[in-house]
């Protein structure tokens, strides 16, 4: 079945270490999306990617990288420079048509230890 | 800019009443818009989207829509409630500006439904 995995589902990371979320879809979509969800505060976009070796900062980018170097995968790393990283992390993927909508993974959950 | 807004942070209904979650929208041109659900610990699950044609729109699990253009309106809608339909929902709008992002949506800030036995 077509979709996108997310990995891992709950993640622990120590102060001033930097860890890497892996996100993977075979839904053959152009354009992925990295968001951060926090209590009360929506879905705020981090990075996107149109299309493989190209990526643009979303609204809260400071203290995060991504590569795509593959079309199939988008990963995040989030970096010590990231005062306040524990939250909920989608990944989601698009045709990029406007007459499509995302498809979303099911989220990796990020806790500073 | 392109927005939209969920006024209600949660509403709550009993099971078997009709329930509406409201979204408005603000956009350059003809607005794309989406409904998505959010079960605890996991990503969005797409509802219903409008495009064009047909005001009221169907989508899965029994939902509806209605978009209304005066009102830049597109609020979600259920005949009958299930204790099941509890969960965060978000209306979203697709960018379509010219140079803008290729289709990225904005998303509203959410609305948590509660559907009490």
């Known amino acids: 079945d077509g979709g996108i995995t997310q990995s891992p589902k709950y993640l622990f990371r120590k102060e001033g270490q930097n860890v890497t979320l892996s996100c993977e879809q075979n839904?053959?979509?152009?354009?992925m999306y990295w968001y951060r969800q926090d209590p009360g505060q929506g879905l705020r976009l981090i990075y996107y990617?149109?299309?493989?070796?190209?990526?643009q900062k979303g609204d809260i980018a400071e203290g995060y990288s991504v590569s795509r170097e593959k079309k199939e995968s988008f990963p995040l790393t989030v970096t010590s420079a990231q005062k306040n990283p524990t939250a909920f992390y989608l990944c989601?993927?698009?045709?990029?048509?406007?007459?499509?909508?995302?498809?979303f993974g099911s989220g990796t959950r990020l806790t500073v230890v | 800019a392109q927005s939209v807004a969920q006024p209600e942070d949660q509403v709550n209904v009993a099971e078997g009443n009709p329930l509406t979650v409201k979204c408005t929208y603000s956009?350059?041109?003809?607005?794309?818009l989406f409904w998505y659900v959010q079960y605890p610990n996991r990503g969005l699950q797409f509802l219903l989207k409008?495009?064009?044609?047909?005001?009221l729109v169907k989508g899965s699990y029994g939902f509806e829509a209605e978009f209304n253009k005066s009102q830049t309106s597109f609020h979600l809608k259920k005949p009958s409630a299930l204790v099941s339909d509890s969960a965060l929902y978000f209306c979203?709008?697709?960018?379509?500006?010219?140079?803008?992002?290729?289709?990225?949506?904005?998303f509203g800030r959410g609305t948590q439904l509660t559907v009490w036995p």
């Open positions: 989601a993927s698009s045709m990029g048509y406007a007459n499509y909508g995302y498809t």
């Open positions: 839904l053959n979509h152009d354009a």
């Open positions: 990617s149109q299309i493989v070796n190209d990526f």
């Open positions: 956009v350059s041109g003809n607005p794309y």
């Open positions: 409008y495009i064009t044609g047909d005001n």
């Open positions: 979203a709008v697709r960018d379509l500006r010219r140079g803008s992002t290729l289709g990225r949506l904005y």
